[in-house]
């Protein structure tokens, strides 16, 4: 049974930082695109960083230059060090992977999904 399992979310005080988690059971980290994603309440799921097998990364404007997607393929695990958090960062956060090496920014070519953490930054 393939799992994404999330850990690391909390609540912070805006300016603060978290690290987020994420464990592929069956896949390899290393050969697969692997994406973060959010969804707030009342609002649509958005992109917020994706890694790829060559380990190439993008990021949404909104986080670009305080995110940090990373990855390390001997433990099958991606991270997502967020830095800098803002009160509209708040959401649940989840991982993906649409089982390709290169990366796409749309949600709905993703396949596997944890079962998401959530962040609320306080203002």
């Known amino acids: 049974q393939v799992q994404l399992v999330e850990s690391g979310g909390g609540s912070v005080q805006a300016g603060g930082t978290l690290r987020l988690s994420c464990v592929y059971s069956?896949?390899?980290?290393?050969?697969?695109?692997m994406g973060w994603f959010r969804q707030a309440p009342g609002k649509e799921r958005e992109g917020v960083a994706v890694?790829?097998?060559?380990?190439?990364?993008r990021y949404a404007d909104s986080v670009n230059g305080r995110f940090t997607v990373s990855k390390d393929n001997d433990k099958n695990t991606v991270f997502l060090e967020m830095n800098s958090l803002k009160p509209e960062d708040t959401a649940m956060y989840y991982c993906?992977?649409?089982?390709?090496?290169?990366?796409?920014?749309?949600?709905?070519?993703?396949?596997?999904w944890g079962q998401g953490t959530q962040v609320t930054v306080s203002s």
């Open positions: 069956l896949w390899i980290v290393r050969y697969n695109c």
């Open positions: 993906a992977t649409n089982r390709k090496r290169s990366c796409t920014w749309f949600g709905a070519d993703y396949i596997d």
């Open positions: 890694i790829d097998s060559d380990s190439i990364t």
